[in-house]
Each structure stands twice: as structure tokens, then as C-alpha cells.
């Protein structure tokens, strides 16, 4: 794998994960209490002994640069680096990145000089665990110039992504974006070509793009300049390709989520505490998720009931109840609190006691969860600053609403608070 070089596409504003990108980077969103969705393919690519990784960013990079200095530092004994390529506006190109061909393109002459075989290109928004050695050995046994990953997909979810058809070979020959009535049906495929039981391949007759590629070195630099005009991998370079290059599936058969949005992912965290097994698993000592140590305390809990929840490092948490829900590092909850189904993603830095004290006096309210408040089906960003008496349950059912000036959001009717937000004592959200 010292042959392979990964880029990790950053993903542009973020407008779907809106509010969570409003001061950070979309791969630089918190992901399970104490990671970032950008720990997710970076720890992919090192336990699949792949060192040299670029990330391409262009929106809120500082706190993503931050993370990426603090936690992936190569030994001066290895070629290995996790390095941002940033959008930058030059005499040749005066323009920020206009898609993920175009973010690859504007940095080619970096890539260019690398002496490697292959690019995998990745995304910064999926959760998944994938040893890419297996998916790279699938490349060069089928002498493929692009190898597409795919995950094996029903009728009833097919319509919502990008289908591909492929022949008895496995080479992909067809495309069809988000397809329905017969042109969905006119994409079935034989999945057991790609491995699946008989049984399998009628219960999955269509497969999708992961967003996950790998592609021969000099074929992602002709195809960038030869199609200078196509701006994006998945629907213009990669189709385009099919009928002059060798385009092969690799089907990927674990868990895949793309948690691009609020919905998604809300979602794929609170599946994290489900027992025994969940869908995805951060407790695996063979391929382990990375990130940045921060040394913190161990957790104290006084007289708290605790159901079904993931508690990160170094929170305080006080006579309260708390339920099917994940608390990020640093979190502070009060006396009399009910917290379910809810998301609170902690704080950065502490409040000393004293600190805590002068603000009450103060009339103000301090980092964390307010005595006597109840917070259901929510997101509570990092720094926020919940009062007491605080009803945070959507009460009116509203599906779709923009309160920024009031310190939160509400996306599919899941409450977002926004990070540094402060929501005054006794507000009924």
C-alpha cells in the first residue's frame, strides 16, 4: 500500500449538516461524543497501512487544520503525512473549487509529482470501516483504471442514490442517477457476480456508488485534463469514462451510512448505543477509530440513572437522568435533568467552579445543562449554554425552522442548538 496515495474530499459548505457547519468545516463535525467524521476515513486509511493522505477543504478550515495538526503526527522515519489542501484562488485558476474533480484538478501538479500507482479518493462524510487493501487488490487483479466501490442495495431504498449496471466480468457499463418506475427496474443486476449469495443477490438486485474510488495515476491526470469542463467525479468524469476505460465494481458488504445530513446524521449516532451489537462499532482493537488525545479526567457521575447512552471523558454530571443518548467530552448536567434521544456534544474548554459561581451572580448562565431542564430529541452543539427550567421537546411538532436569532434550529423535527448558543432560563422550545 506504500504505492497508494489518499485524497479526502471535504465536501463543500456543508448546507445539508447546516447549523453544525456554520463554524467548522464539514469533516470537523463532532461524531460520537469525542471524534470528527474526517477520524472515520483517515483511520481507514492507516489501518490499511496507507500513510499519504491529502484532505481538500475550502469552508470553516480552521478548526478541521487544528484537529489534523493535534492528532496524526507521523514519526520523521516515514514517508506518512495527513496535510490540507486548502482552495486557493491563482492566475491559472480564479476560481474556488467547483466540484470534487475540480478540488482534484486545481491541486494535479502536487499530485503529479507523487511517485505512486494509484489515488483513492474518499469522502469526508461517511461512517464506515473498510480495509481498502482488499478493495485496492480488486483494482490490479481486474487490470481496472477505476474501481468504483459499491454497496449492494433493495428496491425499496435503490431510487435514492446513484445505480450502476455491470456485465459478467464485473466492468460497469451503465449509470443512472436516482432512477425510478422502469428505469429503476431496467438497472437490476446479478450481484452475484460480485460476490453475494443467490439468496443475497434477489434480496439486493441493484448496487450503488459509495462515492469511493480509486483510480490509476496517470488515468485521474488525463481524465482531468482532458475534461477540463466536468466539475464533479460521480456524474460527469466517472460515466463519462465507461465506455473508453476498464470501470470495475468492488461491493463492499458491511455497514455504509452516509451521514450528510442532519437527519442521517442524528440518526447514525444514537444507533451507536444500541446493545449488544450496533450497526457500526467504535470497539474493535484490530482496526481502531483515531483521534486527538486530550488526557482528560474520568467521568463523574453523582446519583445519576444512565440508560442505553454513550458517555465520553471528562463530563460532570449530576442527579440527573439520561436516556438513548450520546454526551460529548466535557459535558456538564445539572440537578433535575432529563435528557433522551438527545446529542449534546460538550464543551472545549472547562468553567472552573469560581468561574461557574461568578456568572450565576452575575446573572448568566454557565457552559452546559441548566438545573431542572429536560432536553428530547435534540442536538445541543458544543459551548452551548442551556438555563435552568429549559424545555428543549419541540412542543409544537414544527418540522422545518430557522430561530438563529434565538440560538437554534430545528431540521426534521430535530432541535439543533447552535454552538456558543446561549438559551435563556425557563424558554419552551
Not at 273 to 295: G, V
Request: charged share 25%; aromatic share 10%.
Amino acid at each position: 500500500m506504500k504505492r497508494v496515495l489518499a485524497i479526502i474530499l471535504g465536501g463543500g459548505a456543508g448546507t445539508r449538516l447546516y447549523p453544525l457547519t456554520k463554524l467548522r468545516a464539514k469533516p470537523a463535525v463532532p461524531l460520537a461524543g469525542k471524534y470528527r467524521l474526517i477520524d472515520i476515513p483517515i483511520s481507514n486509511c492507516i489501518n490499511s497501512d496507507i500513510h499519504k493522505i491529502y484532505v481538500l477543504t475550502q469552508f470553516n478550515s480552521a478548526s478541521l487544520n487544528r484537529h489534523l495538526s493535534r492528532a496524526y503526527n507521523f514519526t520523521g522515519f516515514s514517508e506518512g503525512f495527513v496535510e490540507v489542501l486548502a482552495a486557493q484562488q491563482t492566475p491559472e485558476n480564479p476560481q474556488w473549487f467547483q466540484g470534487t474533480a475540480d478540488a482534484v484538478r486545481q491541486y494535479s501538479w502536487i499530485l503529479e509529482e507523487w511517485d505512486v500507482d494509484e489515488f483513492l479518493i474518499l469522502s469526508g462524510d461517511h461512517l464506515y470501516r473498510m480495509d481498502y487493501c482488499h478493495f485496492i487488490e480488486r483494482h490490479r487483479e481486474t487490470l481496472a483504471d477505476i474501481t468504483l466501490s459499491v454497496v449492494p442495495m433493495d428496491e425499496r431504498r435503490a431510487s435514492e442514490f446513484g445505480l450502476m449496471k455491470i456485465d459478467q466480468q464485473g466492468r460497469i457499463i451503465d449509470f443512472s442517477e436516482k432512477p425510478k418506475g422502469d428505469a429503476l427496474r431496467q438497472m437490476q443486476v446479478d450481484t452475484s457476480i460480485l460476490g453475494l449469495s443467490s439468496g443475497q443477490a434477489r434480496q439486493y438486485p441493484f448496487i450503488a456508488s459509495m462515492g469511493i474510488y480509486v483510480f490509476k495515476k496517470q488515468v485521474l491526470i488525463d481524465l482531468l485534463k482532458k475534461n477540463a469542463e466536468q466539475t464533479d467525479f460521480g456524474k460527469e468524469i466517472i460515466p463519462a469514462s465507461a465506455t473508453d476505460y476498464n470501470l470495475q465494481a468492488y461491493l463492499f458488504k458491511g455497514y455504509w451510512e452516509d451521514i450528510g445530513t442532519i437527519e442521517a446524521f442524528y440518526e447514525a449516532n444514537l444507533a451507536l448505543t444500541q446493545q449488544p451489537l450496533p450497526p457500526f462499532s467504535f470497539y474493535d482493537e484490530k482496526a481502531p477509530i483515531y483521534t486527538r488525545t486530550r488526557y482528560l479526567p474520568p467521568t463523574k457521575m453523582l446519583n445519576c440513572t444512565i440508560t442505553e447512552s454513550m458517555i465520553s471523558e471528562g463530563c460532570i454530571l449530576k442527579d440527573c437522568r439520561i436516556h438513548h443518548s450520546i454526551l460529548g467530552i466535557r459535558t456538564r448536567v445539572e440537578s433535575d435533568c432529563t435528557i433522551e434521544d438527545t446529542m449534546l456534544m460538550g464543551s472545549d474548554y472547562y468553567e472552573s467552579f469560581p468561574e461557574r459561581e461568578t456568572l450565576v451572580q452575575q446573572e448568566k448562565i454557565p457552559i452546559g445543562i441548566g438545573t431542572g431542564s429536560t432536553i428530547r430529541r435534540a442536538i445541543i452543539d458544543k459551548n452551548a449554554r442551556i438555563g435552568k427550567n429549559v424545555l428543549i421537546i419541540n412542543k409544537d411538532r414544527i418540522e422545518e425552522s430557522n430561530q438563529e436569532d434565538k440560538g437554534f434550529y430545528i431540521r426534521s423535527g430535530i432541535v439543533v442548538v447552535l454552538k456558543n448558543a446561549t438559551i435563556p432560563d425557563r424558554t419552551v422550545i
